[in-house]
Structure formats: C-alpha cells, structure tokens
C-alpha cells in the first residue's frame, strides 16, 4: 500500500511541474544576434523586454534611446530594457492578440508568436490581418 501511495505522489508531482513549466519564458535571440528577448508571465498574459543588444551605445557612445517613437515623451527612454512584447495571451502552441514594438522604426505591430519545437519562436509582426505582415524566427538561449 505505501508503494501505491508513494508512486501516485510521485506521478502528481511529475504532473504538476510539467504543468508549470511553459516553454516560451525565457531568453531569446533574433535572427540577426543584434537583440536579445527575455519572455516573461505577469498574470495570464506574455510579456518581452529587449534585455541585451549587440551595440548599446550611439555614435557618441551614449547609450541609444528611444528617438524613433512618436510620442516625444517617450523618446527619452533606452532601447536596452524596453518592453518591445506586450499582452500575449496564450492559445495552444501559439501566443495571440499582443503587440510588438520595433525600436529602430518607432512602430507598433500587431503580432503572433508560434513555438516551433522548444528552440525556436516564429514571431509574426502584421498591420490588420496577419496576412500582411513578416515572420522571423527567434532561438532560445540556455
């Protein structure tokens, strides 16, 4: 009986880290190795801050700000640690209905990621339909 006992704590417990575990958070590449994204969860919902980038600094060796966003107020934040994913809610192996924001345009897209395996992240950034719009696939980082 305790034999029982104990393989049926053991299978829960198995059970219930697997559930936990949710393959899209963590560190991310973009193809060109110019940014690195680190995928969190506040709440139910996706969220991705540009965490690391490839040359930080400008021309003047100041670290590179905002200045392409439409809103003056904002164009005095860094880039490094801006939250460039917003509002993802997930929906199977996809990750629906939230933002991307494209620092070196000052633009907002609407976008959709879809895991590929646990290595790699299609994001989808489109205006209107997703049908105009690109994809390009992130890599994890261990």
Not at 86 to 94: E, I, L, M, V
Request: aromatic fraction near 10%.
């Amino acid at each position: 009986m305790k034999k029982i006992i104990m393989m049926l704590v053991m299978v829960f417990t198995s059970v219930a880290i697997f559930a936990q575990s949710d393959p899209i958070i963590g560190k991310w590449q973009n193809p060109s190795g110019e940014g690195r994204i680190e995928i969190y969860k506040k709440g139910d919902k996706y969220y991705g801050k540009l965490y690391w980038l490839k040359e930080p600094n400008d021309v003047h060796g100041n670290l590179k700000k905002d200045v392409k966003n439409p809103e003056k107020s904002l164009q005095s934040r860094q880039i490094q640690g801006l939250e460039i994913l917003t509002n993802f809610s997930k929906d199977g192996n996809s990750f629906v209905d939230g933002k991307i924001y494209d620092p070196k345009s000052g633009k907002t897209y609407s976008c959709k990621m879809t895991l590929q395996g646990t290595d790699k992240l299609d994001i989808r950034g489109y205006v209107g339909v997703s049908l105009f719009g690109r994809t390009e696939t992130w890599k994890k980082i261990n």
